[in-house]
């Protein structure tokens, strides 16, 4: 297949990046040539613009990206948002019942580009400590209400159950809940996943005619890889993400890019 026909879009965490957060040489290298083939090369994530930002400037990334799961496409070379959708007011409810049901829950508000924390715990500090992001600590009453694109609990994987479960009989209307690591649950606006990141992405690109690749691991990436011309499940992959697949690669720590891309140009 010519490259110029095809646009890859493409998770980050546990796909694209490897267990240490690298992307390996191999992978760099094939994206290099996929792009310089004129190639359309492409991240959907969850992380917002500053936790992206490092993965976008190591790949030199000039196409514009899905972010925040879906809740925004921002174009990094520019600094700026091309499209953005707000949570809705609701949200402020869903996060009171959820600190009043689970007091030592973690709650991070993704606000543009920055981090607001109203409910601290171990594993919100473990996962700003990674990210090496200094958030700002506040109360939801004093997070500004216009530009939040996501809400995140943060939680131990062995108590997250509990939280999915409640949600989906106490909080389930006007949002869309995504599940997007072990110890991540994500509130989003209703409507709003990498699929329909994606889809807007295609939009603002004019690129409807482009064959689209996406490649994912996790639940938050099962209807971005389902509605893909070529979906990509990596060997790591949730089996529902497996099940959505055309095709599985190697896992994220065996340059699942390079056989993606070596795919395509067979194709």
């Not at 972010?67 to 990094?76: L, T």
């Not at 500090?125 to 995140?152: C, I, Q, W």
Request: aromatic residues 8%; glycine residues 6%.
């Amino acid at each position: 297949m010519n490259f110029k026909n095809v646009l890859i879009v493409t998770d980050l965490d546990g796909t694209l990046l490897d267990d240490e957060k690298n992307i390996a040489d191999d992978d760099i290298r094939a994206i290099n040539e996929f792009r310089d083939g004129g190639g359309l090369f492409a991240a959907a994530t969850g992380r917002g613009v500053a936790m992206a930002r490092r993965i976008i400037d190591v790949l030199d990334i000039t196409t514009p990206s899905v972010i925040f799961n879906g809740a925004a496409v921002y174009d990094f070379k520019a600094d700026r948002f091309l499209w953005y959708s707000d949570m809705p007011v609701i949200s402020n409810k869903y996060i009171r019942m959820l600190e009043k049901e689970f007091p030592d829950i973690g709650i991070e508000i993704l606000h543009e580009k920055e981090v607001f924390v109203t409910d601290n715990n171990q594993t919100v500090v473990e996962h700003m400590a990674f990210e090496n992001l200094t958030p700002t600590y506040m109360d939801l009453d004093e997070v500004p209400d216009s530009g939040r694109m996501k809400v995140l609990i943060a939680y131990p994987p062995e108590k997250m159950q509990a939280v999915i479960d409640f949600t989906q009989e106490n909080c389930a209307a006007g949002v869309n809940w995504v599940h997007s690591s072990p110890m991540y649950y994500e509130m989003l606006p209703e409507g709003i996943s990498k699929a329909s990141g994606v889809r807007k992405l295609k939009e603002i690109l004019g690129s409807d005619d482009k064959f689209i690749v996406a490649a994912g691991d996790y639940g938050n990436d099962r209807a971005m890889v389902a509605e893909a011309d070529l979906g990509v499940a990596v060997g790591n992959a949730l089996d529902s993400v497996k099940e959505a697949a055309d095709i599985i690669v190697s896992d994220n720590n065996h340059s699942p890019m390079r056989e993606i891309i070596e795919y395509i140009r067979k194709i």
